[in-house]
């Protein structure tokens, strides 16, 4: 018995059917790992924290240096700063200092939560493929026009070929609140999880298999 091949619609920018595309279900069409996904999302996120956040210890606040009074005899605890950390205007305890938040799952996890992420997708009837989407000037107007077609509205990630004519269609969604922008070979797990919808062009379709076969 034949089985039954992962196929998509190509739709133009108009949203007409133009013909069928068979996926590589080696990408497109495996069991979602959630563990893989969760994990490549979370590296994602920490990676764009700034780390900035700093604090002073009590060596880096100023004054301090006396005694505030004699060792013993005064009745009064033993004191050898104002700026230990008790203190008003003392040091902090444990408190943040500059550091870089990101790190790197190995590269068998990231192509499985990126193929675990393009299944799902699949799954949830979140992917269209067009064989293009080409405007003529840069013009957000034109862009609304070719979501309203394509029947996308909330959080929709459109993904091109680098080597795509892609200028005109960036520029104009770049005031699109509910459009994304990203290319086959920069493709993230963020991307996608902050997408109710994939749109992806039929040239990008084809590197992403390439890419992660």
Known sequence: MATKKLTVKVLDQTGKELRDLTLDEAVFGIEPNQQAMFDAVVMQQASLRQGTADTKGRSE??????????????????????????WRGGGTVFGPTPRKYGYRLNRKIRRLALRSYLS??????????????????????????????????????????????????????????????????????????????????????GKIEEALK
Request: charged share 25%; hydrophobic share 45%.
């Open 61 to 86: 606040v100023s004054g301090g240096g006396k005694k505030p009074w004699r060792q013993k005899g005064t009745g009064r605890a033993r004191q050898g700063s104002t700026r230990a950390p008790q």
């Open 120 to 205: 799902q997708m699949v799954n949830d009837n979140a992917l269209l493929v067009v064989d293009k989407i080409q405007l003529d000037a840069v013009k957000t107007k034109d862009f609304v026009k070719v979501m309203n077609d394509l029947k996308v509205d909330r959080k929709v990630l459109f993904v091109f070929d680098v080597n795509e004519d892609w200028e005109n269609a960036w520029l104009s969604m770049r005031n699109l609140p509910n459009a994304a922008f990203a290319t086959s070979d920069g493709l993230s797990c963020l991307d996608m999880a902050n997408a109710y919808t994939m749109v992806a062009t039929e040239a990008a379709v």
